[in-house]
């Protein structure tokens, strides 16, 4: 089985491109082109909203046991997960808050946000059983995954209180696929469009596909999909992947 995670910046606008589990989708659920991806011999779930945010999974396999919330009761109108079984993998597809700035009220939700998802999986999910939760975390986890980490030192997606928000949700029991195979510094997903932060690498990791200890002792493969990163109207991310012997 292989897994592929990509923030695809505009769904509507990239299309052609499409992989597996999708973030900030930018569509309602009714501008979703399902029929398309259905034709193309795509299952499809998800779950959008206007402008903003919005996740989705693709599958050649139907999709079972499919939810869009955080196992809470908590009313979020913003939709940054969704979840569903593919084959004997549970799999979430999860768009985590960017934060804006650290201490800001909207940062004080990305840290409430990473509590709930950790919960959701610790009370709802069997952690020792095959599960991934892929996307686009908006934490670069080390200063490995940054490019200039004394630059980034304390800043939205590189400051301690996120990074130990993902720690601990790792601490739930799952693995970060990609250091499994490539624990060597200068691998990034995510670059400003800004400055020619691209081509002279200047990027941060912040998409990932962590896994069940389970189901990464069968990870065969992982990496970075960096020529995706160029092309016609680029998403800003790269599409990070895993690939399992199952």
């Given at each position: 089985?292989?897994?592929?995670?990509?923030?695809?910046?505009?769904?509507?606008?990239?299309?052609?491109?499409?992989?597996?589990?999708?973030?900030?989708?930018?569509?309602?659920?009714?501008?979703?082109?399902?029929?398309?991806?259905?034709?193309a011999g795509y299952h499809s779930a998800f779950h959008g909203q206007k402008s903003y945010n919005g996740v989705?999974?693709?599958?050649?396999?139907?999709?079972?046991?499919?939810?869009?919330?955080?196992?809470?009761e908590e009313e979020d109108p913003q939709a940054r997960v969704i979840a569903a079984i593919v084959g004997s993998?549970?799999?979430?597809?999860?768009?985590?808050?960017?934060?804006?700035?650290?201490?800001?009220?909207?940062?004080?939700?990305?840290?409430?946000?990473?509590?709930?998802?950790?919960?959701?999986?610790?009370?709802?999910?069997?952690?020792?059983?095959?599960?991934?939760?892929?996307?686009?975390?908006?934490?670069?986890?080390?200063?490995?995954?940054?490019?200039?980490?004394?630059?980034?030192?304390?800043?939205?997606?590189?400051?301690?209180?996120?990074?130990?928000?993902?720690?601990?949700?790792?601490?739930?029991?799952?693995?970060?696929?990609?250091?499994?195979?490539?624990?060597?510094?200068?691998?990034?997903?995510?670059?400003?469009?800004?400055?020619?932060?691209?081509?002279?690498?200047?990027?941060?990791?912040?998409?990932?596909?962590?896994?069940?200890?389970?189901?990464?002792?069968?990870?065969?493969?992982?990496?970075?999909?960096?020529?995706?990163?160029?092309?016609?109207?680029?998403?800003?991310?790269?599409?990070?992947?895993?690939?399992?012997?199952?």
């Open positions: 089985m292989r897994i592929v995670s990509w923030n695809i910046n505009s769904l509507r606008k990239r299309q052609e491109r499409l992989l597996v589990c999708l973030q900030e989708t930018k569509c309602t659920d009714e501008q979703f082109p399902e029929l398309a991806l259905r034709a989705a999974i693709l599958s050649r396999s139907a999709l079972q046991d499919v939810r869009s919330s955080l196992c809470d993998v549970r799999i979430y597809s999860i768009y985590a808050p960017n934060g804006q700035a650290v201490g800001s009220p909207a940062y004080d939700y990305k840290l409430k946000w990473y509590a709930r998802l950790e919960k959701c999986l610790r009370d709802n999910e069997r952690l020792e059983q095959s599960l991934a939760v892929c996307g686009d975390f908006n934490v670069a986890p080390k200063d490995e995954d940054v490019y200039d980490p004394e630059l980034w030192r304390g800043a939205i997606m590189c400051s301690d209180g996120e990074r130990a928000a993902l720690e601990q949700l790792c601490a739930a029991g799952l693995t970060d696929t990609l250091r499994i195979h490539h624990p060597e510094s200068g691998l990034f997903s995510w670059w400003d469009y800004r400055m020619l932060a691209f081509p002279k690498n200047r990027g941060l990791r912040i998409d990932a596909i962590l896994s069940s200890k389970s189901l990464a002792e069968h990870c065969s493969a992982a990496g970075i999909e960096r020529e995706m990163r160029k092309g016609k109207e680029p998403s800003d991310h790269a599409p990070v992947w895993a690939e399992f012997e199952l």
